[in-house]
């Protein structure tokens, strides 16, 4: 069917809060089930490399896909791959999973965001849960524009960051941040699951919604002639 790239956070923390965070469990392990389950090969990449934390809070094992994720992929994220060992050609799409530790990272990694422009603009799609569009943030295509300009797109909301008293902690507000880049942000009430999808672009605005942009990104591919 196809390899599908995983971006996963390397931050571990919360601000100066001296909580932990990372990547949220559910919004690897459900868009992962989904895609693996459609015949999708799946690699792991992040900003540095190596070590990808997961969010304590997230870790979740009455969830039976999240346990069943953990318990046969979850050494992976020790050792995910950096940027520079990733050919951007192998890949059909790209799919930033969430979690709070993504705001402090995938903002500033060029080097994902030049992979993830290639794999578009080679045809493939670009998927994105929660936080996860904070990696949409750098992506500039060959005409030198955001690649979420004038685009739809779905993200944890200013509303969602407040609700969970984070608003203060984050650098900056996603929602707040892709409307300056000239994206059309598309949401629903606090934490309830929404998916928008615009031609090849995929969003998601919170845990609840990782399942959901699994299979609608799934959808996507399904239509798409991406060469091998």
Not at 107 to 127: D, K, V
Not at 170 to 188: D, M, N, Q, W, Y
């Amino acid at each position: 069917m196809g390899r599908v790239l995983f971006v996963v956070t390397n931050h571990s923390e919360l601000g100066s809060t001296g909580q932990k965070t990372g990547y949220y469990l559910s919004e690897v392990a459900h868009p992962f089930h989904v895609l693996h389950e459609a015949g999708y090969e799946i690699d792991f990449v992040s900003p540095k490399g190596g070590k990808a934390p997961m969010d304590p809070k997230s870790y979740k094992l009455d969830d039976p896909i999240n346990k069943a994720f953990w318990e046969t992929h979850g050494k992976r994220l020790d050792e995910t791959l950096a940027p520079e060992q990733v050919d951007p050609s192998r890949y059909v799409a790209i799919f930033y999973a969430g979690g709070h530790g993504t705001m402090w990272d995938f903002p500033e990694s060029e080097a994902i965001a030049r992979i993830a422009a290639s794999i578009y603009e080679r045809g493939g799609a670009i998927g994105a849960v929660c936080h996860g569009p904070s990696g949409l943030i750098p992506i500039k295509l060959s005409n030198g524009r955001p690649l979420v300009e004038g685009r739809r797109i779905n993200s944890f909301t200013n509303e969602e960051e407040q609700a969970v008293q984070l608003d203060k902690i984050v650098p900056f507000l996603l929602e707040t941040r892709l409307k300056e880049l000239g994206a059309i942000h598309v949401s629903v009430k606090n934490f309830a699951a929404h998916v928008e999808v615009d031609d090849r672009i995929v969003t998601g605005q919170n845990p609840a919604s990782a399942e959901g942009v699994g299979r609608a990104l799934v959808e996507v591919l399904n239509r798409l002639s991406v060469p091998a």
